[in-house]
Structure formats: C-alpha cells, structure tokens
C-alpha cells in the first residue's frame, strides 16, 4: 500500500505491506492526535480511521493560547 502525507507543506510517500491507522502514523512521527487535526483525502477523521491505498493524509497543527 502507497499513501502520501502532508505536514506543515511538507509532502512525503510512504509505503507499507499491513494496516494502519491515523493514530499510528501519528505516534509513527512522534505527534500527536491531540494537537493535530486529521484529514484523509480531503475529510476530517478520526484518529482510529484506517489509511488505505493512495490516500492522501494531512496533518494541520492546532494553534491555541491564552
């Protein structure tokens, strides 16, 4: 399976033989769900969503303060 992500413009291909999900590329790249928004394709998601093949993941920071 073939998928490409995107964080802050930085666009990457990955490629892997099992299932994952969006949580586990997040922990993959040491982020996390909590300050991230996900979106596959296009939608937002959940974090238990799976990635499947040609998907296009982007991960939109969060910005909060006080």
Same mark, same amino acid.
């Given at each position: 399976?073939?998928?490409?992500? &995107?964080?802050?413009?930085k ?6 033989d ?6 586990? %590329?997040?922990?993959? %790249? !040491? %982020?996390?769900?909590e &300050? ?11 974090? !238990?969503? %799976?990635?499947?093949?040609? !998907? ?11």
């Amino acid at each position: 399976m073939n998928f490409k992500f &995107t964080i802050k413009d930085k666009t990457e291909e990955r490629s892997t033989d099992k299932k994952i999900t969006i949580k586990d %590329l997040l922990d993959d %790249l !040491d %982020l996390s769900s909590e &300050t991230m928004v996900s979106k596959k394709n296009g939608n937002i998601v959940v974090e !238990d969503a %799976l990635i499947e093949d040609e !998907d296009e993941i982007e991960f939109i920071q969060i910005i909060y303060g006080g």
